[in-house]
């Protein structure tokens, strides 16, 4: 099983402005191969491709040995890689008739991420393993900076990575042969529902909120979204905003993934089954601007950018899910949504004037009264158990 482990990292001052200069460098080196690319087809439409560029970086390295040449060799191999992938895409949406845009220079702040493909190649997990309280990663041209190593990391280390967000340094590690952990047997499975109020209501009543704190880091987000657009372009106040806003965005992206955590591990532990719905992106910009099969969804939930971010909370939450699943040895089935908010889970009466309002659930044939979110939950474990027997029976 492949898994990624990230941790804050600590650098000294010294080596926070290295790490800097390592992410700038490989910036320009990115954008310095999408001009190349670009000048090389428009003059003489000639089509450079990765191993060309990756063969002229020893020129470049030695030309700049102060600069470029300070840095590993494969880090920079991965960068122009990066690139080649974002070409290969590009003409694989031209390819398919569409009409893409073409891959973008990275602008300050909008290149974020070095990786080493290979641990032991230009940097080294673990550089210090004598050291008796800190762990340390050793990166080429930076030295070994110190990791805030919360938790331990399992498997092989096959990639490192270093990421900005915000004034914050982070490295992850891509491990291989991460052993599973299987859980003893639960003896009980669960439909979920995903929603606004309640992150997560299982199929036998548990309702799990979701998190004031995120609720309140939103708020805020969407407060300085607004003053932003007030704010003049190029003014030095409005680049101080749209550094306050990278910096919320990082906060609720932490947040979000560390609830997502603690409830999937709660989950994993009391269920051998779940059955979640199937998220498609379609799906939930609809439900944002209101549908007829879900009018409670949109009830509650507030507009805008606060609804965006409860949106991408659920593709994480269901992301962290499923690997805690596979490494525990539980099953996590899919099911299509439709129908399963309506639908009397008691009589299987089906009309939208079952759903009362946001909360409440009435039958109109057979008055079965419940939470909305419980009846859909349960819809939504039957649906999962019938694909289930119905794939055994296959
Ligand atoms: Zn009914």
């Not at 110190?146 to 498997?155: D, E, F, K, S, Y």
């Not at 639908?343 to 939208?352: D, K």
């Amino acid at each position: 099983m492949r898994r990624s482990f990230r941790f804050l990292l600590r650098p000294t001052a010294k080596q926070a402005a290295a790490l800097a200069q390592c992410l700038e460098d490989h910036r320009q080196l990115y954008n310095a191969a999408i001009e190349h690319r670009r000048t090389a087809y428009r003059k003489a439409g000639v089509t450079v491709r990765y191993g060309d560029q990756s063969g002229e970086l020893k020129h470049i390295r030695a030309d700049d040995p102060d600069g470029q040449g300070r840095w590993s060799f494969s880090s920079q191999q991965a960068t122009l890689r990066r690139l080649d992938k974002a070409f290969a895409a590009f003409f694989a949406r031209v390819k398919a008739g569409r009409t893409p845009g073409f891959p973008r220079f990275k602008g300050r702040g909008r290149f974020g991420t070095v990786e080493w493909p290979k641990d032991g190649d230009g940097c080294r997990w673990d550089s210090q393993p004598g050291h008796p309280s800190v762990t340390f990663v050793r990166l080429q041209g930076v030295g070994h900076v110190r990791v805030h190593r919360h938790r331990p990391v399992r498997g092989r280390v096959k990639t490192i990575s270093v990421k900005r967000e915000g004034n914050r340094w982070y490295v992850v590690l891509s491990c291989d042969d991460v052993p599973a952990e299987p859980l003893p047997a639960a003896g009980a499975v669960a439909g979920i529902d995903l929603g606004v109020a309640a992150l997560v209501t299982t199929s036998d009543g548990v309702h799990v909120a979701n998190p004031r704190h995120l609720a309140a880091t939103a708020d805020r987000l969407a407060a300085a979204q607004r003053d932003l657009a007030r704010k003049k372009r190029g003014s030095t106040r409005r680049l101080k905003e749209v550094a306050r806003i990278a910096a919320l965005c990082g906060k609720v992206g932490r947040q979000r993934v560390d609830y997502a955590h603690k409830v999937a591990n709660a989950l994993v532990r009391g269920y051998d089954v779940i059955v979640h719905e199937e998220l498609r992106i379609a799906n939930m910009t609809r439900s944002a601007s209101g549908t007829v099969e879900a009018p409670g969804r949109n009830v509650a939930a507030k507009s805008g950018l606060n609804r965006g971010i409860l949106d991408a909370g659920w593709g994480v939450f269901l992301t962290i899910l499923s690997h805690k699943a596979e490494s525990a040895g539980r099953e996590l089935i899919a099911v299509n949504p439709a129908g399963t908010s309506r639908t009397c889970a008691r009589c299987g009466h089906c009309v939208r004037e079952n759903r009362v309002t946001q909360a409440e659930f009435r039958c109109q044939a057979c008055g079965h009264a419940a939470h909305a979110d419980v009846n859909a939950a349960i819809n939504i474990l039957r649906a999962g158990l019938a694909l289930r027997r119905a794939a055994e029976a296959a």
